[in-house]
């Protein structure tokens, strides 16, 4: 597992970079752009040029881009929907010049080819979409099954929507599920954050680590989930704070405890992260048979 957390392209990419090593992470999570302006920030190109070079010879694995909160593919109004394709756009094509990044919708993916675009799942208040799996597998469906698009899974947005994820085997069983309903193949990054508010709150309000609901038992379990193996996992801080080095550390710890609560064992049944038995994409897009409803859906009322 890659850990590691968000952190501030103040001054440029080379820069981030800087201040995810400092935190101690084999990952990092910046944004595009001032995630509350549509206009776009451009990198200069001896910025993008080292940033590269850091990225080839040094500690950081993965780079994970945010898309900005104002975007609304959504949106009834033209003009925030128009602002809202350019801004995923322009989030892909940096993906595109770093070489690293996540997944993205139909019509961007059409015009912005090479990038990969990631749907986070949501903690569900008001109006949006992807608080359940089958919501995020519809997204999927409905791009026709680009494999391009793959998922985030943040844990406080789990609990928050209602999957109750605070002991290893209650996180198992929704992650059974999530193989069943959207595919193992399109999980590609997971963020981990505590919450403040209780499961099915449909709240997302970030604690430290430890300190919210999920607690030490929950995040030690999502820390060492062997079908998480190889994932960039993101801090992406709380209350005020972002990503720090303390805080790394802590989800380090709690990694190692989940670990050795699971027998020191990373690996789950043999199995692990997996592809179908013919090889391609498994999940929402693959044609598949029906995948079969869990017996008990272990989700808030």
Same mark, same amino acid.
């Given at each position: 597992?890659?850990?590691?957390?968000?952190? =501030?392209?103040?001054?440029?990419?080379?820069?981030?970079?800087?201040?995810? *090593?400092?935190?101690?992470?084999?990952? +990092? #999570?910046?944004?595009? #752009?001032?995630?509350? +302006?549509?206009?776009?920030?451009?990198?200069?190109?001896?910025?993008?040029?080292?940033?590269?070079?850091?990225?080839?010879?040094?500690?950081?694995?993965?780079?994970?881009?945010?898309?900005?909160?104002?975007?609304?593919?959504? &949106?009834?109004?033209?003009?925030?929907?128009?602002? =809202?394709?350019?801004? +995923? $756009?322009?989030?892909?094509?940096?993906?595109? &010049?770093?070489?690293?990044?996540v997944e993205a919708l139909q019509k961007c993916l059409a015009e912005v080819?090479?990038?990969?675009?990631?749907?986070?799942?949501? @903690?569900?208040?008001? /109006?949006?979409? /992807?608080?359940?799996?089958?919501?995020?597998?519809?997204?999927?469906?409905?791009?026709?099954?680009?494999?391009?698009?793959? *998922?985030?899974?943040?844990?406080?947005?789990?609990?928050?929507?209602?999957?109750?994820?605070?002991?290893?085997?209650? !996180?198992?069983?929704?992650?059974?599920?999530?193989?069943?309903?959207?595919?193992?193949?399109?999980?590609?990054?997971?963020?981990?954050? %505590? =919450? #403040? +508010?209780?499961?099915?709150?449909?709240? %997302?309000?970030?604690?430290? !680590?430890?300190?919210?609901?999920?607690?030490?038992? /929950?995040?030690?379990?999502?820390?060492?989930?062997?079908?998480?193996? /190889?994932?960039?996992? !993101?801090?992406?801080?709380?209350?005020?704070?972002?990503?720090?080095?303390? #805080?790394?550390?802590?989800?380090?710890?709690?990694?190692?405890?989940?670990?050795?609560?699971?027998?020191? %064992? @990373? $690996?789950?049944?043999?199995?692990?992260?997996?592809?179908?038995?013919?090889?391609? $994409?498994?999940?929402?897009?693959?044609?598949?048979?029906?995948?079969?409803?869990?017996?008990?859906?272990?989700?808030?009322?």
């Amino acid at each position: 597992m890659l850990v590691g957390g968000h952190v =501030s392209t103040s001054g440029g990419l080379v820069k981030a970079h800087e201040r995810a *090593v400092e935190i101690g992470g084999d990952a +990092m #999570q910046i944004f595009n #752009q001032s995630p509350r +302006m549509w206009r776009p920030t451009v990198w200069k190109d001896d910025d993008v040029a080292e940033f590269r070079s850091l990225m080839e010879d040094g500690p950081i694995k993965s780079v994970v881009i945010h898309a900005v909160y104002l975007i609304n593919l959504a &949106a009834p109004e033209e003009e925030v929907r128009s602002k =809202s394709l350019e801004s +995923m $756009k322009h989030a892909l094509r940096v993906g595109d &010049a770093i070489e690293r990044i996540v997944e993205a919708l139909q019509k961007c993916l059409a015009e912005v080819p090479g990038c990969r675009l990631l749907l986070e799942d949501t @903690a569900g208040a008001g /109006g949006t979409i /992807g608080r359940s799996f089958e919501e995020l597998a519809s997204l999927i469906d409905g791009t026709g099954g680009d494999e391009r698009i793959g *998922v985030c899974l943040d844990c406080c947005h789990l609990l928050a929507s209602g999957y109750d994820i605070r002991t290893i085997d209650k !996180l198992s069983a929704v992650i059974d599920e999530f193989e069943s309903v959207v595919g193992l193949d399109r999980l590609a990054c997971v963020h981990v954050n %505590d =919450s #403040q +508010m209780p499961l099915g709150s449909n709240r %997302d309000r970030h604690a430290l !680590l430890p300190n919210g609901e999920l607690g030490p038992e /929950g995040l030690a379990a999502f820390l060492s989930e062997p079908r998480f193996e /190889g994932l960039p996992a !993101l801090l992406e801080g709380g209350e005020g704070q972002g990503a720090t080095a303390p #805080q790394v550390a802590c989800a380090r710890e709690l990694r190692e405890a989940g670990l050795k609560a699971r027998g020191g %064992d @990373a $690996k789950r049944r043999g199995g692990g992260r997996k592809r179908s038995a013919a090889g391609g $994409k498994k999940g929402a897009g693959a044609k598949k048979t029906p995948a079969k409803k869990p017996a008990v859906k272990k989700r808030a009322t």
